[in-house]
């Protein structure tokens, strides 16, 4: 199995970029402390943010619930003659032939009539899969019945680059499941964390001239500071399964690089302006499996007197993937890293340090070779 393996070193400020449902920072015991954690999916999405402005729209997908309103637009767009509630029962039609489950949304409020349609979970579909749907319910508008075959292969075909990465699961029609070729890891700590408390107060500006003293709001805000470990894998042969093409695959893999590389989730960044960069890129190639190299920070690292935690980090990665490449000979195939400060030096023990751009093309070069390869194989 071909994949690309990428590995993050990446301080964080004080802030608060994934928090649970208490409003605190998430959290994860690891090595037996407790460190910071932002989930997978919060930088998942992140990641697919990112493709905005990069990708064209029409390679990419729409996640939502409101997939009835989403093809009866469509439908309106390619036949306006419709009209709105003729778009709307033949999205539904479409959609059930599908084999998606639908059903009305509660309303929101006592004696206010119900929403369009929605399915009960949300469903990732391409754009070229919406406007096929379309399509194909325009074609039927005048037949009781629309053939499943057809709008399961509607819905199932031409997948977007988003959805060709991270998947889609549809619970009640495993037949248009997508397997995701993108793993994300959820971001830790290397070091111990315990969360931090501010507490603020806020001033009526009304009342700031009166003689009547005290804050016109007060509150708190949890946050803790780290230097986070990020990883995560791109399958190359599954990628290229999803979206049949090898150009689109190459820059399917390019694009998900440079997104989860400058991303960031946006949780609370109004409130601590904690957005970074990493301060170490370390990505490898490999034609063995996916290794996560967590295991480094398994000991947290401590601050040396004088030292940096983020160098003590960096010398741990460069250790311990060069122990686990010659414990399992896993070496990878090709290794090249992005260093934006001297404090990570080490980490061109790795691989050459280059910029940014020269690693998205690079990995561009990789895929290639890979996909040729596959070819050959095959």
Known sequence: MKCIDIHILQTVPPSNLNR???GSPKTAIYGGVQRARVSSQAWKRATRKAFDGRIKPADLGVRTKRVVELVSEE?????????A??????????LVAAGITLSAPKPKKKGEAPGLDESGYLLFLARHQVERLAELAIGAAEET??????????ADSSQSVDVALFGRMVADAADLNVDAAAQVAHALSVHAVRNEFDYFTAVDDRKENEEETGAGMIGTVEFNSSTLYRYATVNIDGLRVNLGDDAATIRAAQEFVRAFVTSMPTGKQNTFANRTLPDAVVVQVRDSQPIN?????????????GGSRLREAADRLVAHAQSVDHAYGTAPTRS???????TVGTLAALGESIALDDMIAAV???VADALVASAVRA
């Open 145 to 154: 019945t629309i053939d499943k075959k057809q709008a399961k292969a509607a």
């Open 75 to 83: 439908i309106l767009r390619q036949s306006p003659g419709v009209g």
């Open 293 to 305: 190299l967590v295991g480094a920070f398994e000991e947290p690292v401590e601050v040396p007197a």
């Open 20 to 22: 649970d449902d208490t």
């Open 85 to 94: 509630e003729g778009a709307v029962e033949l999205a539904k039609k479409v």
């Open 364 to 366: 561009g070069e990789a």
């Open 336 to 342: 090249m890293t992005v260093l934006a400060s001297p």
